[in-house]
């Protein structure tokens, strides 16, 4: 005689751990492998949180994941960019150290162009005209030197930039005699002037582009 009350695909038993084990294990093992894969393709400045909710009897509830992508907070860059804040303002220095030192002679304008991408725009000097126009620029500028009114800057993806001073001595004459000193400050009140010298890298850590530019003006 058949019990109507009996369900066949319910126990009159209550199960034992090894049974609830065995039900569990394989939802955890998927769960698990889902979990995985979800952290392969996470970029490493985020970071995941999971929740998994457990009902009253132990048992996982259905497709209770929840993945939350935390972005960092201690920068103001993209989290896609591959260049961190530091790395950006320790590379703007190292930009304005290698100018100095060629304008001092200490150095060729060799190291500046090898933090130059093969692309790059300078100061709207491109392709074969980068050498020899900054070239130029240098030899026109003696003694040409820049210092920071401040420290530089993040204000995008791969993107920085810093109000500067820049001196040198004139040259006049074809004789290349001296002439007076000279002073430029990106911020002056009395002109009025606001402005910035903006650099903006590739992933590589290489120069794409250096311009002096509004403050506040957009970025390309």
Request: hydrophobic residues 30%.
């Given at each position: 005689i058949i019990n109507p009350s009996f369900h066949?695909?319910?126990?009159?038993?209550?199960?034992?751990?090894?049974?609830?084990?065995?039900?569990?294990?394989?939802?955890?093992?998927?769960?698990?492998?889902?979990?995985?894969?979800a952290l392969a393709f996470q970029p490493t400045s985020r970071i995941i949180r999971t929740s998994l909710s457990l009902s009253s009897r132990n048992e996982i509830g259905?497709?209770?994941?929840?993945?939350?992508?935390?972005?960092?907070?201690?920068?103001?860059?993209?989290d896609e960019s591959?260049?961190?804040?530091?790395k950006l303002i320790d590379l703007a220095k190292q930009f304005i150290n290698k100018k100095n030192a060629a304008g001092s002679g200490e150095s060729t304008l060799d190291?500046?162009?090898?933090?130059?991408?093969?692309?790059?725009?300078?100061?709207?000097?491109?392709?074969?005209?980068?050498?020899?126009?900054?070239?130029?620029?240098?030899?026109?500028?003696?003694?040409?030197?820049?210092e920071l009114l401040d420290e530089p800057s993040v204000v995008g993806l791969d993107v920085v930039q810093y109000p500067f001073i820049k001196r040198w001595r004139s040259t006049v004459g074809e004789d290349g005699s001296t002439g007076e000193d000279k002073v430029w400050k990106s911020i002056d009140m009395e002109k009025p002037r606001n402005k910035v010298e903006r650099l903006s890298f590739g992933r590589d850590g290489k120069l794409e582009k250096v311009s002096v530019v509004g403050a506040e003006d957009p970025m390309d």
């Open positions: 066949p695909i319910q126990s009159t038993f209550p199960r034992s751990r090894k049974t609830m084990h065995s039900i569990i294990s394989p939802r955890l093992l998927f769960l698990s492998t889902m979990l995985r894969f259905p497709s209770q994941i929840m993945v939350e992508r935390l972005y960092s907070s201690s920068n103001n860059n993209d591959s260049l961190s804040s530091e190291g500046v162009f090898d933090m130059c991408s093969s692309s790059v725009d300078l100061y709207g000097l491109k392709g074969d005209d980068v050498r020899p126009g900054f070239t130029s620029f240098f030899q026109s500028h003696e003694g040409l030197h820049h």
